[in-house]
Each structure stands twice: as C-alpha cells, then as structure tokens.
C-alpha cells in the first residue's frame, strides 16, 4: 500500500495531525507574502514532523508564545520542540520547555 500526502511542504491542518510535534531545525530566514495586495514580512523555519521535513511560519501568537518560552533570539529556537494543536480548524502550538511533552 503507498501512504499519499497532499497537505504539502509547509505545517497546516491539511498537512498535520493533532498533537503531532514539530522539532526546529534552523534558525529560519525571513521572506515575504503577497496576499490581497497586501505584502508582509514572514520568518519561515524549517521543521521535523514525525520524520518530514516541513516548513512552518509562525503567526503573531504563535510567534509571541516561542518567544516567552526561549527567548526573541530564533537561534536559540534551534533543537526545540514544540506541540501542534488543531482548534476551529487552525494551527496553534504549544513550546516544550524542556523538550518533552
């Protein structure tokens, strides 16, 4: 039997499982979004999901909730995991302080 996957490269509902965990592998690059006409500014890092390598690009809150737990410094982020959750159909993590759950 082939297992299909096709939420993709990036961490998203589509592309993820409820509780899964993501570890951080670099420190990400900064690149930019157009949307409704509107471009900003997104930090996208590379990520493990149960042995996929992904990218994800934290949000303000996901972002916010890093950063009280490791610091601003995303090279710190580095070898930290953290704990994906799926609510009203959107992706919210949950950082492991001591990198286990």
């Given at each position: 039997?082939?297992e299909?996957?096709?939420?993709?490269?990036?961490?998203?509902?589509?592309?993820?499982?409820?509780?899964?965990?993501?570890?951080?592998?670099?420190?990400?690059?900064w690149?930019?979004?157009?949307?409704?006409?509107?471009?900003?500014?997104?930090?996208?890092?590379?990520?493990?999901?149960?042995?996929?390598?992904?990218?994800?690009?934290?949000?303000?809150?996901?972002?916010?909730?890093?950063?009280?737990?490791?610091?601003?410094?995303?090279?710190?982020?580095?070898?930290?995991?953290?704990?994906?959750?799926?609510?009203?159909?959107?992706?919210?993590?949950?950082?492991?302080?001591?990198?286990?759950?």
């Amino acid at each position: 039997m082939v297992e299909t996957e096709f939420g993709g490269d990036f961490v998203s509902i589509d592309s993820t499982k409820d509780g899964e965990v993501a570890t951080i592998l670099d420190e990400g690059q900064w690149g930019e979004i157009t949307y409704q006409g509107k471009t900003k500014k997104v930090l996208n890092i590379n990520v493990e999901v149960n042995g996929r390598k992904m990218i994800w690009t934290p949000g303000i809150k996901a972002g916010k909730a890093c950063q009280k737990v490791w610091g601003t410094e995303s090279k710190k982020w580095v070898g930290k995991s953290f704990e994906i959750l799926h609510v009203d159909n959107k992706i919210l993590v949950r950082p492991q302080n001591d990198n286990r759950i």
